[in-house]
């Protein structure tokens, strides 16, 4: 088994699973078919527990893959992946994916709403709840981790990046900005090839994955989230698939509405200084982000 040595590690919402699809079709990449595994979160209630069970995602890998990774869009947010995918592999490379926490947070709301994890429709509503929820009341029925509803903790990527770059040397980061992602898709996926030290497929399609979506008959999410229980209480590790067919029976995608232009002013204020520190540590101008 090749362990692996790059991790996209977030953030949410950011592109990551759009980036993992085009990586994981490189003749010279390996990604594992299980999305977000998850594994070294470990401050985080997780879906895999065991060594084992994470280093069986890699069976497949050759000695033609150069680079053997994996994407879990929880660990930047995380107070412990990094530690503990540096204790796993110390020369491991780190791919983030960064976005206007503006944009972000409100794009998270809708999709842990989406994916049943969060109850209140409203985002400004849900944004009003993060202290009470903190606390732990006022939470959704099936949230699986209650930090993840903590919005302005999740979405202030600053704070997350200067975490990293204390722990890990910047040759060994790669930062992508959904901006550019979005405006030079090709340029992204090269840059990140030379990253990772494998040569160009002359790729050129880059189908957007994971856009904004909501559900019919959003009650059919209990059925899958009550297996997922069920198997924590049994301990059994890997999925049923169940999940993939609900999900795709009620699966809609639409354009996300904007929010008021009153609660984005509210947003801008409350990430003002942390977009001016991750203006710092990506040497580039972010001034856009809050116009």
């Excluded at 997780?46 to 069970?53: A, F």
């Excluded at 929880?74 to 110390?90: E, K, R």
């Excluded at 994955?209 to 924590?232: C, D, F, G, V, Y």
Aim: with cysteine; net charge neutral.
């Amino acid at each position: 088994m090749r362990k692996p040595n790059y991790f996209i590690i977030g953030a949410p919402k950011c592109g990551t699973t759009s980036l993992a699809a085009w990586l994981s079709e490189h003749p010279n990449i390996y990604m594992p078919s299980t999305k977000e595994p998850h594994f070294f979160n470990t401050d985080h209630k997780r879906y895999l527990n065991s060594l084992q069970g994470y280093e069986r995602l890699f069976e497949g890998a050759t000695e033609r893959h150069f680079a053997v990774g994996e994407a879990s869009v929880w660990y930047l947010y995380s107070s412990t992946a990094v530690d503990n995918i540096l204790a796993y592999n110390a020369d491991a490379k780190f791919i983030i994916m960064l976005r206007n926490p503006v944009d972000m947070a409100p794009s998270l709301h809708e999709e842990l709403l989406f994916t049943g994890r969060e109850s209140i429709q409203a985002f400004e509503v849900a944004w009003d709840l993060q202290e009470i929820r903190r606390m732990g009341r006022s939470l959704p029925r099936m949230v699986w981790e209650p930090k993840y509803v903590q919005y302005a903790d999740v979405c202030s990527l600053g704070a997350q990046v200067r975490r990293l770059y204390q722990r890990v040397a910047a040759d060994r980061i790669k930062a992508i900005l959904l901006d550019d992602m979005k405006a030079d898709p090709r340029a992204t996926y090269l840059s990140t090839l030379q990253f990772l030290c494998v040569d160009d497929d002359q790729r050129i399609d880059f189908e957007v994955h994971n856009q904004s979506k909501e559900r019919h008959w959003p009650m059919l999410l209990r059925l899958p989230w009550l297996a997922i229980h069920a198997k924590r209480a049994l301990g059994i590790e890997g999925g049923l698939g169940l999940w993939r067919h609900v999900d795709a029976w009620t699966r809609v995608e639409r354009p996300r509405a904007p929010i008021d232009a009153a609660m984005k002013a509210r947003l801008q204020d409350y990430f003002r200084s942390d977009i001016r520190l991750l203006e710092t540590l990506v040497g580039r101008p972010l001034e856009h982000w809050l116009a």
